[in-house]
């Protein structure tokens, strides 16, 4: 059996399968695209999905790949068995070989054997062969191909059925699985059974569509699916047992201990966390690299709780600060070669992975914080359970681990309802898994058929509906081919109804990429007649399977029917709006990473005809010099006048010759790229992957005016701007404004800064007039109340209402009555707000006797409903219930006695 590296496994999967004639094909993003049925790529199919179901045509029947996989969610998740089992992870590399209606079993299965067998020597007597209960092609083939009948074996649908969700293409499976024991003890009831039997390669038979009703539709091409997880073949060819002794993970689980200062020995001891630290380094890391940021919802949040679970983990090993960026460093250095992106990447992964740990540093105090009032109020009600639904209140709001509730908890004699706690959580995972499939587009079914039978009758062309989107057509003759009301096919619509009209071809641009669709209207208005046959006003596009546009509207005028002339009417004036604001994002983008970094990278983005609005890669708010830089320099691009330049080249030497492309945006092998401000040397201001519609010029955008800046989540800034049309609106407004408020000021518009700044020192120095009068008050009002003062056990308590604007001036009440008492307790009340609140001074003498004033003012607070606390010398709590503000005050004198003699 050879030995061979991660790396090498990687290439040598690649290189056999390019031999057979298979096209190598680069890893897709981790967020699947256009595929709102996934929360992350879990399969090396995702990508070409559409390829399966036939509604996508590729320039190659045959492919093969090394495809990133996140397996954290639906269906396909893992989380809970990283640390514990030696070979699951959330993160991980998907080898795999595919056939879009090329080649099927025989070949698929005869690929295998060579390449486990015959290239890599796996012992023959150590493979093991399951396949479904009714596949007896499959059982009959891997006799054929090598295998001994005794270890070929039959399972049923648990175990050899494979789909990519609950709906999507499916269909039976073959496994191969390796033994790791004895081999004198190795039988076949311990294939699915046994751990030493380790699944290494499964090849899937794509047969079937899955519908949401469970209908098995079968595809109109079959073709293979087959998934081998690197690391896996990778512990058999290094002779390791499990995962983590192989050189995908070994230089992580060092560097852990390296960072610890620890030994073997507590590696050893801690084994499961060192694990499950390697792990999530390697997803996160991957993970900000596509784009996904940590954040409250969605993938965003996954993100934050798998860096969060490896920093929890790390904290249990012995870490006190952020680490986690220097574990990462390891990844991105080990596959950096064949993941470029990474190290390109480099800089802003470390950074947004340190700011989540230090915010989850910041997190966890506040978290233990709400714990202790938690457990402080189950005390006074003499339980020691903390219920489910605090502990996940605390895990949901706040991030705060279960298994730290769990330990702080025990620390103070308390448990935690995990039961109910379990509950919720899968109540809120069930609630998530709802949404995505909320989100799940209409049905295609109705679109395939249609689609299907315009291009047999020649209505609409074999590669499907054409869009001409890049002539600048205003308008374009054409004919009706189809037609859908109430979501069937129609032969016609009349005035009134809500349709979908398909044409041949469109001048209409389709939502993508940012870039919002096309309005118009779709009409026939034949010579000498006065009135039109039909107008349909468009409203919208969607392209709703590969090959088939649908413009979205209603019939205003007359009746339209399949087959009619017809003519496709852009908004013309909406269209240039559009692509102004679309050429300035690219603009923008430009400048951004010239004056902020080249960590910079697009991470969503809106145009509109009256607005843009661009996400970018940023880990602090850009300040407002700043701002005004970037706006002067995007203005002085577009007063350049450069020429924008398009065309068309492969997705490969695009990247290689530094095109910039978007998070989660899928493309093609052919790609558009949009480039300006090309040098002498052929270095280009920005060039971009970008499939919309753009200006023939930057000086055609127009002003460019920033309207705002802001974060949207962990690590992302928005701005958004407005250009042309919209640029001098906002000019003109804000002029105006500017005209209105110097004449409230009555000084010229060129001086309302200075006059508003002097009227700010006016105010400024009529409010310190003002707390000093209110200063002064206070103190002839709070000095009739020290004969208020009691005698307890020797010492003076005061606790009085008082007339007060806020808790700054009990506060300083406070501190003026216990000074001129000496040593004493004061407590002063007073309603603010319609809330009553309590104040609490202990001078240090008392303090060291004992009384505590965040504790009096607790206890007294419950009466009025209310809680609080502080220090032992000064303290500040607040209640509900106003009327009880006396009852709460005349309980501090034999609080205070209780407490001395204690």
């Given at each position: 059996m050879?030995?061979?590296?991660?790396?090498?496994?990687?290439?040598?999967f690649?290189?056999y399968?390019?031999?057979?004639?298979?096209?190598?094909?680069?890893?897709?993003?981790?967020v699947?695209?256009n595929d709102?049925?996934?929360?992350?790529?879990n399969?090396?199919?995702?990508?070409?999905?559409?390829?399966?179901?036939?509604?996508?045509?590729?320039?190659?029947?045959r492919?093969?790949?090394?495809?990133?996989v996140?397996?954290?969610?639906g269906?396909?998740?893992?989380?809970?068995?990283?640390g514990?089992?030696?070979?699951?992870h959330?993160?991980f590399e998907?080898?795999?070989?595919f056939s879009?209606?090329d080649?099927?079993?025989?070949?698929?299965?005869?690929?295998?054997?060579?390449?486990?067998?015959?290239?890599?020597?796996?012992?023959?007597?150590?493979?093991?062969?399951?396949?479904?209960e009714d596949?007896?092609?499959?059982?009959?083939?891997?006799i054929?191909?090598?295998?001994?009948?005794?270890?070929?074996l039959r399972?049923?649908?648990?175990?050899?059925?494979w789909?990519?969700?609950?709906?999507?293409?499916?269909?039976?499976?073959?496994?191969?699985?390796f033994?790791?024991?004895?081999l004198?003890?190795?039988?076949?009831?311990?294939?699915?059974?046994?751990?030493?039997?380790l699944?290494?390669w499964?090849?899937?038979?794509?047969?079937?569509?899955?519908?949401?009703?469970?209908?098995?539709v079968?595809?109109?091409?079959?073709g293979?699916?087959t998934?081998?997880?690197?690391?896996r073949l990778?512990?058999i060819?290094?002779?390791?047992?499990n995962?983590?002794?192989t050189?995908?993970?070994?230089?992580?689980?060092?560097?852990?201990?390296?960072?610890l200062?620890a030994?073997a020995?507590h590696?050893?001891?801690?084994?499961?966390?060192?694990?499950?630290v390697?792990?999530?380094?390697?997803?996160?890391?991957?993970?900000?690299?596509?784009?996904?940021?940590?954040g409250n919802?969605?993938?965003s949040?996954?993100?934050?709780?798998?860096?969060?679970?490896?920093?929890r983990f790390?904290?249990?090993?012995?870490?006190d600060?952020?680490f986690?960026?220097?574990?990462?460093?390891?990844?991105?250095d080990?596959?950096?070669?064949?993941?470029?992106?990474?190290?390109?990447?480099?800089d802003?992964i470390?950074?947004?992975?340190?700011?989540?740990?230090?915010?989850?540093?910041?997190?966890?105090t506040?978290?233990?914080?709400l714990?202790?009032?938690?457990?402080d109020?189950l005390?006074?009600?003499q339980?020691?359970?903390?219920?489910?639904?605090?502990?996940?209140?605390?895990?949901?709001?706040?991030?705060?681990p279960v298994?730290?509730?769990?330990?702080?908890?025990?620390?103070?004699?308390?448990?935690?309802?995990?039961?109910?706690?379990?509950?919720?959580?899968?109540?809120?995972?069930?609630k998530s898994?709802?949404?995505?499939?909320?989100?799940?587009?209409q049905?295609?079914?109705?679109?395939?058929?249609l689609l299907?039978q315009?291009?047999?009758?020649?209505?609409?062309?074999?590669?499907?509906?054409?869009?001409?989107i890049?002539?600048?057509?205003?308008?374009?003759?054409?004919?009706?081919?189809?037609?859908?009301?109430?979501g069937?096919?129609?032969q016609?619509?009349?005035?009134g109804?809500?349709?979908?009209?398909?044409?041949?071809?469109?001048?209409?641009?389709?939502?993508?990429?940012?870039?919002v669709?096309?309005?118009?209207?779709?009409?026939?208005?034949?010579?000498d007649?006065e009135q039109p046959?039909?107008?349909?006003e468009?409203?919208?596009t969607?392209?709703?399977?590969?090959?088939?546009?649908?413009?979205?509207?209603k019939v205003?005028q007359g009746?339209?029917?399949?087959?009619?002339?017809?003519?496709?009417?852009?908004?013309?004036?909406?269209?240039?709006?559009?692509?102004?604001n679309?050429?300035?994002?690219?603009?923008?983008?430009?400048?951004?990473r010239?004056?902020?970094?080249?960590?910079?990278?697009?991470a969503?983005?809106?145009v509109?005809?009256?607005?843009?609005?661009?996400?970018?890669?940023?880990?602090?708010?850009?300040?407002?010099?700043?701002l005004?830089?970037?706006?002067?320099?995007?203005?002085?691009?577009?007063?350049?006048?450069?020429?924008?330049?398009?065309?068309w080249?492969?997705h490969k030497?695009?990247?290689?010759?530094?095109?910039?492309?978007?998070?989660?945006?899928?493309?093609?092998?052919?790609?558009?790229?949009v480039?300006?401000?090309?040098?002498?040397?052929?270095?280009?201001?920005?060039?971009?992957?970008c499939?919309?519609?753009?200006?023939?010029?930057?000086?055609?955008?127009?002003?460019?005016?920033?309207v705002?800046?802001?974060?949207v989540a962990a690590?992302?800034?928005r701005?958004?701007?407005?250009?042309?049309?919209?640029?001098e609106?906002?000019?003109?407004?804000?002029?105006?404004?500017?005209?209105?408020?110097?004449?409230?000021?009555?000084t010229?518009?060129?001086?309302?800064e200075?006059?508003?700044?002097?009227?700010?020192?006016?105010?400024?120095q009529?409010?310190?007039?003002?707390?000093?009068?209110?200063?002064?008050?206070?103190?002839?009002?709070?000095?009739?109340?020290l004969?208020?003062?009691?005698q307890?056990?020797?010492?003076?308590?005061?606790?009085v209402?008082?007339?007060?604007?806020?808790a700054?001036?009990?506060?300083?009440?406070t501190?003026?009555?216990?000074?001129?008492?000496?040593?004493?307790v004061?407590?002063?009340?007073?309603?603010?707000?319609?809330?009553?609140?309590?104040?609490a001074?202990?001078t240090?003498?008392?303090?060291?006797?004992?009384?505590?004033?965040?504790?009096l003012?607790?206890d007294a607070?419950?009466?009025m409903?209310?809680g609080?606390?502080?220090?032992?010398?000064m303290?500040?709590?607040?209640?509900?219930?106003?009327s009880?503000?006396?009852?709460?005050?005349?309980t501090?004198?034999?609080?205070?006695?209780?407490?001395?003699?204690?």
């Open positions: 050879k030995r061979l590296s991660t790396n090498e496994i990687r290439q040598q690649l290189d399968f390019k031999s057979k004639g298979h096209e190598i094909v680069e890893s897709s993003s981790l699947p695209a709102p049925t996934l929360m992350f790529t399969a090396g199919m995702v990508q070409f999905k559409d390829a399966f179901l036939g509604l996508e045509k590729r320039a190659y029947r492919a093969a790949t090394s495809q990133k996140m397996r954290v969610s269906k396909h998740n893992d989380l809970e068995n990283v514990p089992s030696p070979r699951h959330t993160f998907m080898l795999g070989n879009f209606g080649y099927f079993k025989r070949e698929a299965i005869a690929y295998a054997w060579d390449l486990l067998v015959n290239q890599w020597q796996l012992p023959v007597e150590r493979l093991w062969f399951s396949v479904y596949d007896d092609e499959a059982e009959r083939l891997w054929e191909t090598g295998a001994s009948p005794d270890r070929v399972f049923g649908k648990k175990d050899n059925w789909s990519m969700g609950d709906t999507g293409p499916c269909g039976p499976n073959t496994e191969i699985h033994y790791w024991g004895d004198a003890t190795q039988t076949a009831a311990g294939v699915n059974q046994d751990d030493e039997y699944e290494i499964n090849l899937v038979f794509m047969q079937y569509d899955q519908k949401a009703s469970g209908e098995l079968p595809l109109p091409s079959p293979v699916d998934g081998a997880g690197l690391e990778a512990s060819l290094q002779g390791t047992d995962d983590y002794d050189d995908a993970f070994a230089p992580i689980m060092d560097r852990i201990q390296n960072l200062g030994d020995a590696r050893a001891a801690h084994l499961f966390r060192y694990r499950a390697a792990d999530h380094s390697r997803a996160i890391t991957f993970l900000i690299a596509d784009g996904v940021l940590p919802e969605g993938r949040y996954v993100v934050r709780m798998i860096l969060r679970r490896a920093a790390g904290k249990l090993l012995g870490f600060g952020p986690l960026a220097k574990v990462a460093e390891v990844v991105i080990q596959m950096g070669d064949h993941y470029t992106d990474l190290p390109q990447k480099r802003f470390l950074q947004t992975i340190t700011d989540e740990e230090e915010r989850f540093q910041r997190t966890l506040t978290g233990l914080a714990l202790d009032t938690v457990m109020r005390a006074d009600e339980t020691s359970v903390i219920p489910g639904d605090q502990a996940f209140f605390l895990w949901d709001t706040y991030g705060f298994d730290l509730t769990r330990d702080v908890a025990a620390e103070r004699g308390f448990t935690v309802d995990e039961a109910g706690f379990r509950v919720l959580l899968a109540e809120q995972k069930e898994r709802a949404s995505v499939q909320d989100k799940v587009a049905d295609v079914g109705v679109y395939a058929q299907a315009l291009q047999a009758g020649g209505l609409v062309p074999a590669g499907g509906v054409e869009q001409r890049y002539e600048n057509l205003a308008e374009l003759d054409t004919v009706v081919a189809g037609i859908i009301r109430n069937a096919s129609a016609e619509a009349h005035s109804d809500e349709v979908e009209i398909i044409l041949p071809e469109t001048p209409f641009y389709v939502e993508s990429g940012g870039q669709s096309d309005t118009g209207e779709i009409y026939y208005f034949p010579e007649t046959v039909f107008v349909v468009v409203r919208d969607r392209r709703r399977i590969p090959g088939l546009i649908t413009h979205i509207g205003t009746s339209v029917r399949v087959g009619d002339p017809a003519t496709a009417a852009i908004d013309t004036e909406r269209r240039w709006d559009i692509m102004r679309h050429t300035a994002t690219h603009v923008l983008h430009a400048v951004l010239e004056r902020l970094g080249s960590h910079v990278h697009q969503g983005s809106l509109e005809p009256n607005r843009l609005r661009f996400d970018f890669t940023h880990t602090q708010a850009v300040p407002k010099e700043e005004a830089e970037i706006e002067r320099r995007a203005n002085e691009i577009i007063l350049a006048n450069y020429a924008v330049k398009t065309r080249t492969s030497r695009a990247v290689e010759e530094g095109a910039m492309a978007l998070f989660g945006e899928k493309y093609g092998d052919e790609v558009r790229v480039s300006f401000g090309e040098d002498e040397d052929g270095r280009s201001l920005s060039m971009e992957l499939g919309g519609t753009h200006v023939d010029s930057t000086a055609e955008i127009g002003g460019f005016r920033v705002s800046e802001g974060s690590g992302v800034r701005i958004e701007a407005v250009t042309g049309r919209g640029a609106t906002w000019t003109e407004q804000r002029l105006r404004t500017l005209e209105r408020v110097a004449g409230v000021l009555h010229k518009p060129d001086e309302v200075s006059a508003a700044r002097a009227l700010q020192e006016q105010n400024q009529l409010q310190r007039d003002l707390a000093q009068l209110r200063h002064k008050l206070a103190q002839q009002n709070t000095g009739a109340l004969d208020q003062a009691v307890v056990n020797g010492i003076k308590v005061l606790a209402p008082v007339e007060a604007a806020d700054d001036s009990m506060r300083q009440m501190d003026w009555l216990r000074d001129r008492l000496g040593s004493s004061v407590v002063v009340g007073a309603v603010v707000n319609e809330k009553p609140q309590l104040v001074a202990v240090p003498d008392l303090v060291k006797r004992g009384v505590h004033a965040g504790n003012v607790r607070a419950k009466l409903g209310g609080g606390g502080g220090r032992p010398d303290a500040q709590a607040g209640g509900k219930d106003a009880k503000l006396a009852e709460a005050l005349a501090v004198p034999a609080w205070v006695e209780k407490s001395l003699e204690s």
